[in-house]
């Protein structure tokens, strides 16, 4: 499976970002979706999964009510809607896709494939 990301960029404190990922060579509904970000000297972290096959969401605490993750089987695109961006939302956002436990949702470990990231800088 190949992951494409795209959306990233400069926006200031309060403003809004689309971030898509658009996967290829895999079924695309078989796969839980994640999405995860890495700030400069930091490790990557979980942002926001939706889990296959379901509707079922999940989120860091730090991104709860601001973020909303989203797939739409028809393109193969999970996206990941930004809204009340902080400075400190600042990283490489990466989508990636596995088909982690429940209880491992959150872990990048258990990704298997990921994408190139994509840049989101926000200013205060």
């Known amino acids: 499976v190949q992951l494409q990301a795209s959306g990233g960029g400069l926006v200031q404190a309060g403003g809004s970002l689309r971030l898509s990922c658009v996967a290829s060579?895999?079924?695309?509904?078989?796969?839980?979706m994640g999405w995860f970000r890495q700030a400069p000297g930091k490790e990557r972290e979980f942002v926001a999964a939706n889990r296959r096959s379901t509707t079922n969401t999940y989120y860091a605490d730090s991104v709860k009510g601001r973020f909303t993750i989203s797939r739409d089987g028809a393109k193969n695109t999970v996206y990941l809607q930004l809204n009340g961006l902080k400075p400190e939302d600042t990283a490489v956002y990466y989508c990636a896709a596995g088909n982690p436990i429940l209880s491992a949702i959150r872990s990048k470990d258990m990704y298997y494939y990921w994408g190139q990231g994509t840049q989101v800088t926000v200013s205060s």
């Open positions: 060579g895999g079924a695309f509904s078989s796969y839980t």
